[in-house]
């Protein structure tokens, strides 16, 4: 897993990253998690850009960043992650800048709930209830409140049996009609989850010779000399590293970390 994480191997970084955010294995670390979600994320991995939305959101191994927390849910929802489609309308419905968007929230709670997530379902309820984003209509807010509630949604229940006092019978049984041919769509697999080969499941994520080995080929391309790479830390390996970490404002500890990784990477490319 961890060699094909250093290889590129977007699902191996997601692995990686699942793992020091659950404490699977390691040590819980949300930096090290972070770190990981970036490079999936950046890979295009639908999963990892939720999590990571996630992470900025709550602030979690990351400074919080609602506006980054957006783009990545966006990126997620436009693939087809369906908890992303969902994040993303409650981000668009309420935003802490005062700038609600009703109509982008009813287009992401429209997506998610035909996925069948019954809270999307709910709130894209309320909004045509109340003709927030999109004209009024209590037929179509019942038959979402309705499908809601199928899926054991009680104050959907609630809401449906209210609007039924309120609509004309033909209106009922063509709310009642819509709610008996609804079908909800099958999501994408590969958006909404990653499956990982047998032999990863007792993996550790923490560091191994792949990452000494890698650490060791950046720092001789940056001139701080470490010999061959050979994936071991000796002393030549820890001072170089010090070294780097000392002329770059970093604190020294003469270890491999994700984040010294990265950083080489970047100087490097």
Request: contains cysteine; proline residues 3%; charged residues 25%.
């Amino acid at each position: 897993m961890r060699q094909a994480a250093a290889e590129g191997d977007a699902r191996a970084q997601y692995a990686i990253a699942l793992r020091y955010a659950q404490g699977q294995n390691t040590s819980q670390n949300f930096t090290e998690a972070a770190c990981w979600l970036e490079r999936a994320a950046g890979a295009g991995l639908a999963p990892a850009q939720y999590r990571l939305a996630v992470m900025y959101e709550r602030g979690q191994g990351v400074t919080k960043d609602l506006g980054r927390a957006r783009s990545w849910y966006q990126a997620a929802a436009e693939k087809g992650n369906v908890k992303a489609m969902h994040n993303l309308a409650v981000s668009s419905s309420g935003r802490e800048d005062g700038g609600a968007d009703y109509a982008l929230a009813f287009k992401w709670y429209g997506e998610a709930a035909s996925y069948g997530l019954a809270d999307s379902q709910f709130n894209l309820g309320i909004l045509a209830e109340h003709g927030l984003g999109t004209p009024k209509n209590l037929t179509e807010a019942y038959k979402w409140f309705a499908l809601a509630a199928s899926s054991g949604d009680q104050e959907a229940a609630k809401r449906r049996e209210l609007l039924k006092l309120q609509l004309a019978p033909a209106s009922l049984a063509e709310a009642e009609r819509s709610v008996d041919a609804w079908i909800a769509k099958e999501a994408a697999p590969e958006a909404n989850e990653v499956l990982e080969p047998q032999e990863w499941a007792d993996a550790s994520p923490a560091t191994n010779v792949s990452l000494v080995t890698r650490a060791q080929g950046l720092l001789n391309k940056l001139g701080y000399g470490v010999g061959t790479p050979d994936g071991l830390m000796g002393a030549r390996t820890r001072e170089a590293i010090k070294s780097f970490e000392r002329q770059n404002g970093l604190e020294e500890t003469g270890q491999v970390t994700i984040p010294l990784v990265t950083k080489l990477e970047r100087l490097t490319s």
